[in-house]
């Protein structure tokens, strides 16, 4: 699991260098795009994913000891939360659309640097899409092993799925906890 | 896989910190540091990651081989960054016709 991973590591990693190489050319561009983001939302919804880590190391440390009931609870819970966080992106993205920053034909910025404040918001997209649908697989995921766990299939001496989705959705989370200052703290707000 | 099981008490503890962190780093948005509000917010970045890797994907308790699979993956990303950086500012340098 820690092997995928570490392909997940590197996956991620050639979208947040691309990030790190655009925002060194253009600093002031970035800085100005960042400022459109809502910095409350973003902090929402860090707590929000590091709240689902906790009920999923909960939902782990139940399987362990073999209690299914908690684990069923502790692995609704994280599902929840994950439907939380995708429900807060949902807003943000379409708050975008509303004001034309979704790059494209229709994209509006009031900037000096627009062209490169449309640069930002597509990596803004293509690394919040890339976290969202490592989202949206987890919660497929989460919705089988709460079939399975209702089942009987996991027991305090073989629950390795869950443990292993664990892994999975803490790496997830690790991706956020790096996304939500690289993209909405840039620039100290006004 | 390991069969240590890690106390409550710990998964608490480092949520209770990971939620104070988020606090901080968010309220630290607001004061302007000039170049030191990158840095603030990546080393309580790289804490908030390092904990979560340690306690919650239980490395701490993990063999020697897990872990060295684990740094191994952040060192090439690092090695990425570092030889990307190298070219992209020594461009101005080098680049004949300058």
């Not at chain 1, 707590?47 to 299914?68: F, P, Q, Y």
Request: charged share 10%; with cysteine.
């Amino acid at each position: 699991m820690w092997t995928f991973l570490v392909t997940e590591i590197m996956f991620f990693g050639g979208m947040f260098m691309a990030y790190i190489a655009y925002r060194h050319a253009y600093p002031l561009a970035f800085a100005a795009a960042s400022q459109k983001l809502n910095i409350i939302l973003g902090a929402i919804n860090t707590t929000v994913l590091i709240c689902s880590s906790m009920t999923m190391a909960m939902a782990v440390h139940s399987a362990a000891l073999g209690k299914k009931n908690l684990l069923i609870l502790f692995l609704i819970a994280t599902l929840l939360l994950g439907g939380v966080f995708l429900g807060i992106k949902g807003v943000e993205y379409h708050d975008k659309w509303v004001h034309h920053e979704v790059p494209g034909p229709n994209f509006e910025f009031e900037g000096a640097d627009a062209q490169h404040a449309a640069l930002y918001f597509s990596l803004y997209f293509g690394l919040t899409g890339l976290h969202a649908s490592h989202m949206i697989i987890g919660a497929v995921i989460l919705i089988i092993l709460i079939v399975k766990a209702s089942k009987n299939q996991f027991s305090a001496h073989w629950y390795t799925p869950v443990e292993m989705f664990g892994l999975y959705w803490h790496f997830v989370d690790i991706v956020w906890i790096f996304l939500f200052p690289l993209l909405y703290l840039i620039d100290p707000r006004k | 896989m390991s069969d240590h099981i890690v106390p409550v008490r710990v998964y608490w503890s480092v949520f209770i910190t990971l939620l104070v962190m988020t606090v901080v780093t968010t309220s630290i948005a607001y004061i302007d540091l000039g170049p030191f509000n990158l840095l603030v917010a990546m080393t309580i970045a790289v804490f908030k990651a390092t904990l979560v890797v340690l306690f919650f994907m239980h490395i701490k308790y993990s063999t020697n081989l897990t872990k060295a699979i684990v740094i191994s993956g952040f060192v090439f990303l690092l090695v990425m960054v570092f030889f990307t950086m190298c070219d992209l500012l020594t461009r101005n340098i080098t680049a004949p016709g300058r």
